[in-house]
């Protein structure tokens, strides 16, 4: 009599199919989700200062622009990487082919194949901010005020963006047409970018309160300066446990939309 297997093993199946295919097109992945960040570092934390164009601050939020741009890259990796390894995949998948049909046909609610995918998207998140990270510091040489006293509670910041913006990616994969892709990086992707603080610290807009406190709906704020108070804590930055639980609220919030979205698409 043959045994149904149970729903972690077909999640371990679907996840372990992935991790396969992740693992032959890892180059490809790394190149995508690192080349824009290792631009930034390039441009931003190495040219620009050995021009003297960005050097040491005057004002009373940073001493070193590169003390405050590190985190930023890192978070904005942590973005690309968790939205594209979801959101692209499921576009794709949903399309013309309908190739989400084979995994649908798996014994597991559908809610379990959409978990799949977020999960995906966290590792590949995590992976690229390991990548990342060494990257800029090569690049940017001696930067002050960087420590890795607090890796547990930075790993906990890049677990939770990678979690924010896979759930963010399955709900705009699964929202979005084929045919709007193009719409979805130039109208959301690119202004959460150079509104998320990655290239400049939050506590940077107390001189425009009304700025500051418009980009608190982006949840790129949250895990830049989240990366900040524990990779850079003496740049002032936003208390890390607000940090925490808004990225908690953003993963229940983008997790419930992208779900339903995912199930009217599968039902469809």
């Given at each position: 009599m043959s045994r149904v297997a149970g729903t972690h093993e077909v999640l371990g199946a679907l996840l372990l199919r992935d991790l396969r295919v992740a693992r032959r097109e890892l180059p490809w992945f790394l190149l995508r989700v690192g080349l824009q960040p290792v631009m930034l570092t390039i441009v931003f934390g190495f040219l620009l200062p050995k021009m003297g164009f960005m050097g040491r601050g005057t004002g009373p939020v940073m001493s070193d622009y590169t003390t405050a741009l590190l985190p930023g890259i890192l978070a904005l990796s942590i973005t690309l990487s968790s939205i594209q390894s979801v959101a692209l995949p499921l576009v794709q998948d949903f399309g013309f082919t309908k190739e989400i049909e084979d995994r649908l046909l798996a014994p597991v609610e559908?809610?379990?194949?959409?978990?799949?995918?977020?999960?995906?998207?966290?590792?590949?998140?995590?992976?690229?901010?390991?990548?990342?990270?060494?990257?800029?510091?090569?690049?940017?040489?001696?930067?002050?005020?960087?420590?890795?006293?607090?890796?547990?509670?930075?790993?906990?910041?890049?677990?939770?963006?990678?979690?924010?913006?896979?759930?963010?990616?399955?709900?705009?994969?699964?929202?979005?047409?084929?045919?709007?892709?193009?719409?979805?990086?130039?109208?959301?992707?690119?202004?959460?970018?150079?509104?998320?603080?990655?290239?400049?610290?939050?506590?940077?807009?107390?001189?425009?309160?009304v700025m500051k406190y418009a980009v608190l709906i982006n949840p790129l704020v949250y895990v830049a300066e989240g990366l900040r108070g524990t990779l850079t804590p003496s740049v002032p930055h936003m208390p890390l446990a607000v940090a925490m639980l808004m990225l908690v609220a953003f993963i229940a919030v983008f997790l419930m939309a992208g779900l339903r979205t995912f199930h009217r698409r599968a039902i469809g």
């Open positions: 559908t809610w379990v194949v959409a978990l799949e995918k977020i999960v995906m998207g966290v590792l590949q998140g995590i992976v690229s901010a390991l990548f990342v990270l060494p990257a800029a510091w090569l690049i940017m040489g001696d930067v002050p005020g960087v420590t890795l006293a607090n890796v547990g509670s930075s790993l906990v910041v890049i677990l939770l963006g990678a979690g924010a913006f896979s759930a963010l990616g399955l709900w705009l994969g699964t929202a979005i047409s084929a045919q709007q892709v193009g719409l979805m990086f130039s109208a959301i992707v690119a202004p959460m970018i150079m509104f998320g603080c990655t290239y400049y610290p939050w506590r940077g807009l107390d001189v425009l309160p």
